[in-house]
Protein backbone atom coordinates (compact mmCIF):
# COMPACT_ATOMS: atom_id res chain seq x y z
CA UNK A 1 0.00 0.00 0.00
CA UNK A 2 1.29 3.79 -0.86
CA UNK A 3 0.12 4.65 2.98
CA UNK A 4 -1.28 8.33 2.76
CA UNK A 5 -1.01 10.53 -0.32
CA UNK A 6 -1.33 14.37 0.00
CA UNK A 7 -0.37 16.72 -2.44
CA UNK A 8 0.78 18.89 -3.20
CA UNK A 9 4.37 19.10 -0.88
CA UNK A 10 4.65 22.59 -1.04
CA UNK A 11 2.68 25.59 -1.96
CA UNK A 12 3.26 29.24 -1.66
CA UNK A 13 0.76 31.54 -2.69
CA UNK A 14 -0.20 35.30 -2.35
CA UNK A 15 -2.82 36.12 0.22
CA UNK A 16 -5.84 36.36 -0.91
CA UNK A 17 -5.70 33.13 -3.12
CA UNK A 18 -7.68 30.23 -2.97
CA UNK A 19 -5.84 27.04 -1.57
CA UNK A 20 -6.88 23.57 -2.46
CA UNK A 21 -5.15 20.95 -0.62
CA UNK A 22 -5.95 16.88 -1.57
CA UNK A 23 -5.39 13.51 0.29
CA UNK A 24 -5.79 9.86 -0.67
CA UNK A 25 -6.44 7.85 2.27
CA UNK A 26 -5.29 4.20 2.48
CA UNK A 27 -7.83 1.86 0.78
CA UNK A 28 -10.31 0.57 3.67
CA UNK A 29 -9.69 3.21 6.07
CA UNK A 30 -13.02 4.67 7.17
CA UNK A 31 -11.82 7.72 9.16
CA UNK A 32 -10.04 10.85 7.78
CA UNK A 33 -8.50 13.56 9.77
CA UNK A 34 -7.00 16.66 8.42
CA UNK A 35 -4.67 18.36 11.42
CA UNK A 36 -2.50 21.90 11.14
CA UNK A 37 0.70 22.28 12.92
CA UNK A 38 2.89 24.83 13.73
CA UNK A 39 5.47 25.28 15.88
CA UNK A 40 3.01 28.15 18.28
CA UNK A 41 -0.16 25.82 18.38
CA UNK A 42 1.46 22.24 17.29
CA UNK A 43 -1.14 19.98 15.59
CA UNK A 44 -4.46 20.95 15.83
CA UNK A 45 -7.10 18.95 14.64
CA UNK A 46 -9.04 20.88 12.05
CA UNK A 47 -11.82 18.29 10.78
CA UNK A 48 -12.56 14.89 10.94
CA UNK A 49 -14.75 12.07 8.95
CA UNK A 50 -16.28 8.33 8.89
CA UNK A 51 -16.68 7.23 6.06
CA UNK A 52 -17.09 10.45 3.82
CA UNK A 53 -19.25 11.85 6.16
CA UNK A 54 -17.88 14.91 8.33
CA UNK A 55 -17.97 14.00 12.13
CA UNK A 56 -17.04 17.09 14.03
CA UNK A 57 -15.67 20.27 12.61
CA UNK A 58 -14.88 22.10 15.51
CA UNK A 59 -11.72 22.74 15.32
CA UNK A 60 -11.82 24.83 11.64
CA UNK A 61 -10.58 27.89 12.40
CA UNK A 62 -13.37 30.00 10.41
CA UNK A 63 -15.44 29.98 6.95
CA UNK A 64 -12.48 30.38 5.08
CA UNK A 65 -11.57 26.71 5.85
CA UNK A 66 -13.68 23.78 4.21
CA UNK A 67 -13.42 20.07 3.56
CA UNK A 68 -14.75 18.24 1.77
CA UNK A 69 -15.18 14.30 0.79
CA UNK A 70 -16.98 13.30 -1.82
CA UNK A 71 -15.84 9.39 -1.77
CA UNK A 72 -13.78 6.74 0.34
CA UNK A 73 -10.68 7.88 -1.56
CA UNK A 74 -10.32 11.58 -1.87
CA UNK A 75 -10.95 14.73 0.65
CA UNK A 76 -9.87 18.37 0.10
CA UNK A 77 -8.96 20.61 2.73
CA UNK A 78 -9.80 24.88 1.03
CA UNK A 79 -9.07 27.70 2.00
CA UNK A 80 -10.52 30.97 0.26
CA UNK A 81 -9.51 33.75 0.76
CA UNK A 82 -5.82 32.37 1.76
CA UNK A 83 -4.02 34.48 4.93
CA UNK A 84 -0.62 35.13 6.17
CA UNK A 85 -1.64 33.42 9.00
CA UNK A 86 -2.75 30.16 7.90
CA UNK A 87 1.12 29.34 6.63
CA UNK A 88 1.85 25.99 7.77
CA UNK A 89 2.26 21.99 7.75
CA UNK A 90 -1.63 20.72 6.63
CA UNK A 91 -1.47 16.64 7.75
CA UNK A 92 -4.44 14.32 6.76
CA UNK A 93 -4.15 11.16 8.43
CA UNK A 94 -6.43 7.97 7.96
CA UNK A 95 -7.52 4.78 10.25
CA UNK A 96 -9.86 2.29 11.12
CA UNK A 97 -11.74 2.86 14.79
CA UNK A 98 -9.49 2.05 17.97
CA UNK A 99 -6.34 1.36 15.74
CA UNK A 100 -3.48 4.02 15.30
CA UNK A 101 -3.72 7.07 12.51
CA UNK A 102 -1.21 6.87 9.35
CA UNK A 103 0.03 10.38 8.26
CA UNK A 104 0.49 11.48 5.28
CA UNK A 105 3.77 13.41 4.29
CA UNK A 106 1.70 16.88 4.63
CA UNK A 107 1.54 20.05 2.46
CA UNK A 108 4.00 23.10 3.67
CA UNK A 109 1.74 26.00 3.04
CA UNK A 110 3.45 29.34 2.85
CA UNK A 111 0.98 32.27 2.09
CA UNK A 112 2.79 35.87 1.55
CA UNK B 1 -7.04 24.68 29.89
CA UNK B 2 -5.62 22.51 26.90
CA UNK B 3 -6.68 19.48 25.99
CA UNK B 4 -3.64 17.64 25.92
CA UNK B 5 -0.68 19.00 27.73
CA UNK B 6 2.72 18.38 27.19
CA UNK B 7 6.08 20.24 28.61
CA UNK B 8 7.16 21.50 25.21
CA UNK B 9 10.87 21.04 26.25
CA UNK B 10 13.61 20.76 25.39
CA UNK B 11 14.32 17.05 27.40
CA UNK B 12 18.16 16.68 26.98
CA UNK B 13 19.37 13.59 28.50
CA UNK B 14 22.65 11.87 28.00
CA UNK B 15 23.09 8.80 25.62
CA UNK B 16 22.52 5.38 27.68
CA UNK B 17 19.72 7.14 30.09
CA UNK B 18 16.65 6.77 30.70
CA UNK B 19 14.70 9.97 28.76
CA UNK B 20 10.94 10.39 31.28
CA UNK B 21 7.54 12.36 28.95
CA UNK B 22 5.02 13.30 30.32
CA UNK B 23 1.14 14.39 29.62
CA UNK B 24 -2.07 15.09 30.84
CA UNK B 25 -5.06 15.18 29.69
CA UNK B 26 -8.71 16.66 30.49
CA UNK B 27 -11.71 14.38 29.13
CA UNK B 28 -12.44 11.90 32.04
CA UNK B 29 -13.95 10.37 29.30
CA UNK B 30 -11.19 9.51 26.92
CA UNK B 31 -10.47 6.14 26.52
CA UNK B 32 -7.61 5.38 24.34
CA UNK B 33 -4.17 7.18 24.79
CA UNK B 34 -0.92 7.03 22.31
CA UNK B 35 2.57 8.50 21.92
CA UNK B 36 3.79 9.09 18.39
CA UNK B 37 7.02 10.19 17.43
CA UNK B 38 8.09 12.98 15.02
CA UNK B 39 11.45 13.84 13.03
CA UNK B 40 11.87 16.96 11.79
CA UNK B 41 10.72 17.72 8.88
CA UNK B 42 8.51 14.44 8.66
CA UNK B 43 5.36 13.05 9.50
CA UNK B 44 4.19 11.52 13.00
CA UNK B 45 4.26 8.25 13.57
CA UNK B 46 2.72 5.58 16.40
CA UNK B 47 5.54 4.06 18.71
CA UNK B 48 3.24 3.18 21.54
CA UNK B 49 -0.54 3.08 22.57
CA UNK B 50 -2.23 2.13 25.84
CA UNK B 51 -6.05 1.54 27.09
CA UNK B 52 -5.73 0.68 30.68
CA UNK B 53 -4.11 1.22 34.01
CA UNK B 54 -0.96 0.48 34.90
CA UNK B 55 2.21 -0.03 32.10
CA UNK B 56 2.74 -1.46 29.07
CA UNK B 57 6.59 -2.11 27.68
CA UNK B 58 7.03 -2.45 24.14
CA UNK B 59 11.16 -3.38 23.39
CA UNK B 60 13.03 -0.25 24.88
CA UNK B 61 9.76 1.74 25.53
CA UNK B 62 7.44 1.86 28.37
CA UNK B 63 3.48 3.90 28.30
CA UNK B 64 2.48 4.21 31.95
CA UNK B 65 -1.21 5.30 32.49
CA UNK B 66 -3.27 6.48 35.23
CA UNK B 67 -6.57 7.29 34.64
CA UNK B 68 -6.97 8.71 38.04
CA UNK B 69 -4.75 11.42 37.67
CA UNK B 70 -5.35 11.91 34.35
CA UNK B 71 -1.97 11.14 33.26
CA UNK B 72 0.30 9.19 30.87
CA UNK B 73 3.48 9.24 30.59
CA UNK B 74 6.36 7.60 28.20
CA UNK B 75 9.59 5.96 29.23
CA UNK B 76 13.08 5.59 26.75
CA UNK B 77 15.63 2.99 28.33
CA UNK B 78 18.95 3.27 27.23
CA UNK B 79 18.43 6.53 24.85
CA UNK B 80 19.83 6.59 21.63
CA UNK B 81 21.13 9.55 19.37
CA UNK B 82 18.49 8.30 16.95
CA UNK B 83 15.45 8.81 19.80
CA UNK B 84 16.20 12.67 19.08
CA UNK B 85 13.10 13.95 17.91
CA UNK B 86 9.55 15.35 19.13
CA UNK B 87 7.16 13.03 21.10
CA UNK B 88 3.84 13.76 20.51
CA UNK B 89 0.83 12.62 23.23
CA UNK B 90 -2.47 11.96 21.86
CA UNK B 91 -5.95 11.51 23.28
CA UNK B 92 -8.99 9.59 21.63
CA UNK B 93 -11.86 11.13 22.91
CA UNK B 94 -15.39 10.41 22.09
CA UNK B 95 -16.01 8.30 19.01
CA UNK B 96 -12.69 8.21 16.85
CA UNK B 97 -11.65 12.30 17.46
CA UNK B 98 -7.90 12.22 18.09
CA UNK B 99 -6.28 15.32 20.08
CA UNK B 100 -2.60 15.37 20.06
CA UNK B 101 -0.19 17.87 22.65
CA UNK B 102 1.84 20.22 21.96
CA UNK B 103 5.00 17.34 22.21
CA UNK B 104 8.34 17.23 23.71
CA UNK B 105 11.17 17.67 21.76
CA UNK B 106 13.88 15.40 22.87
CA UNK B 107 17.62 15.73 22.74
CA UNK B 108 19.80 12.15 23.38
CA UNK B 109 23.56 13.38 23.46
CA UNK B 110 26.14 11.21 22.46
Known amino acids: DAGVIQSPRHEVTEMGQEVTLRCKPISGHDYLFWYRQTMMRGLELLIY????????DSGMPEDRFSAKMPNASFSTLKIQPSEPRDSAVYFCASGIINEKLFFGSGTQLSVL | QKEVEQNSGPLSVPEGAIASLNCTYSDRGSQSFFWYRQYSGKSPELIMFIYSNGDKEDGRFTAQLNKASQYVSLLIRDSQPSDSATYLCAVKAGGFKTIFGAGTRLFVKA
Open chain 1, 49 to 56: FNNNVPID
